[in-house]
């Protein structure tokens, strides 16, 4: 009867506290570094997707530049 009781008095503890009532809040998976380190590397390799966005940006240009000058060479040649 003992063990009945203790099973008992358990169970109302964990009633009482909301144990199984919800899961936890917030997100159950961090992405964040856990580490300083891994800070600092996260921050760099943000800048590094800036800047390799801003090249890609400059390149994509410049193609566009020569293509605009082959077209205006062809459209000069043939009028």
Same mark, same amino acid.
Do not use: N, Q, Y
């Given at each position: 009867?003992? @063990?009945?009781? +203790?099973?008992?008095?358990? #169970?109302? +503890?964990? &009633? #009482? &506290?909301?144990?199984? @009532?919800?899961p936890? /809040?917030?997100?159950?998976?961090?992405? @964040?570094?856990?580490?300083?380190?891994?800070?600092?590397?996260?921050?760099?390799?943000?800048?590094?997707?800036?800047? %390799?966005?801003?090249?890609?940006? &400059? $390149?994509? /240009? $410049? +193609?566009? %530049?020569?293509?605009?000058?082959?077209?205006?060479?062809?459209?000069? &040649?043939?009028?």
């Amino acid at each position: 009867m003992e @063990s009945e009781e +203790l099973v008992g008095a358990i #169970r109302g +503890l964990f &009633r #009482r &506290r909301g144990a199984f @009532s919800s899961p936890p /809040a917030g997100p159950a998976v961090t992405t @964040s570094p856990a580490c300083t380190f891994g800070a600092v590397v996260d921050a760099r390799l943000g800048h590094l997707e800036k800047g %390799l966005e801003e090249v890609k940006g &400059r $390149l994509t /240009a $410049l +193609l566009l %530049l020569a293509a605009g000058a082959v077209i205006a060479e062809v459209v000069r &040649r043939v009028v």
